[in-house]
């Protein structure tokens, strides 16, 4: 069920933001953020109430996660809300540093879009300054964090696939059966991950390994 938040007497209430959330705690914490701002605020959990929120509640811009659950995602909402307001502004916030681990192109984000990791918003002035820029349609390099240099980055869907199955703790030739291939393809694979991972190998290392490890920091750690 959606949640009003409002401060009177600041000039910013004038300015309502959706924020989609579906962890309790970031919500709670988020929207207290920014009503101490003086925003008027309503919280939903998920993007089926966001649609009916945005509906009558109007936002003028909106604070997304990207992964809600079951259902549409923090891009696809996005989408959605801007096909009966193309002007409202947009604020990803999210774990994920790196959308293409999740299967979206970085180019398929609204370049007026700003894109926080969550660990940014304890830093309200970044969070203040995110919200402004979607509101205006320019945003700065500084508030799209989706746009650093992340190593898997330049990794394909195949790869991805790869380091997530291996993540799992599943062996080469276990991975080579789920794809329908063979051992040898899969070590082919591994090695050619590792190289677009720009991961260097040292002595007595293992690449598997490694490639493994970052995956792990990149991708599971942050979700935690």
Same mark, same amino acid.
């Given at each position: @069920?959606?949640?009003?938040?409002? %401060? $009177?007497?600041? +000039? ?13 705690? @970031? ?8 009503? &101490? ?21 109007? #936002? ?11 259902? #549409? ?19 990803? *916030? &999210?774990?994920? #540093?790196?959308?293409? &681990? ?18 940014? +918003?304890?830093?309200?002035? *970044? ?13 700065? #390099? ?20 790869? *380091?997530? @199955?291996?993540?799992?703790? *599943? ?11 063979? $051992? ?24 598997? $390994?490694?490639?493994?490890? %970052?995956?792990?920091? &990149? ?6």
């Amino acid at each position: @069920m959606p949640i009003f938040y409002k %401060k $009177v007497g600041n +000039v910013a209430a004038t300015q309502k933001l959706l924020v989609v959330e579906d962890n309790q705690f @970031m919500r709670a914490l988020i929207c207290d953020l920014l009503v &101490t701002e003086g925003f008027e605020v309503e919280a939903v959990e998920s993007a089926a109430q966001a649609v009916k929120a945005a509906a009558s509640f109007d #936002p003028d811009a909106a604070i997304l996660d990207v992964e809600l659950g079951v259902g #549409p995602n923090g891009f696809d909402l996005a989408r959605i809300l801007r096909e009966t307001a193309p002007e409202i502004g947009l604020v990803f *916030l &999210t774990n994920i #540093p790196e959308p293409k &681990t999740i299967g979206v192109d970085n180019r398929s984000i609204p370049k007026d879009a700003a894109y926080l990791v969550k660990e940014s +918003v304890g830093d309200i002035e *970044l969070l203040l300054k995110a919200i402004k820029a979607s509101l205006r349609g320019r945003v700065s #390099p500084e508030l799209r964090q989706d746009r650093e240099s992340h190593s898997l980055s330049n990794l394909s869907r195949s790869q991805l696939d790869l *380091l997530h @199955m291996a993540a799992l703790g *599943l062996s080469n030739s276990e991975i080579a059966q789920r794809r329908g291939t063979t $051992v040898r393809a899969v070590e082919n694979l591994f090695k050619r991950a590792i190289e677009a991972a720009g991961i260097e190998v040292g002595t007595g290392e293992h690449g598997r $390994v490694l490639a493994v490890r %970052k995956y792990i920091e &990149t991708v599971v750690l942050p979700k935690n």
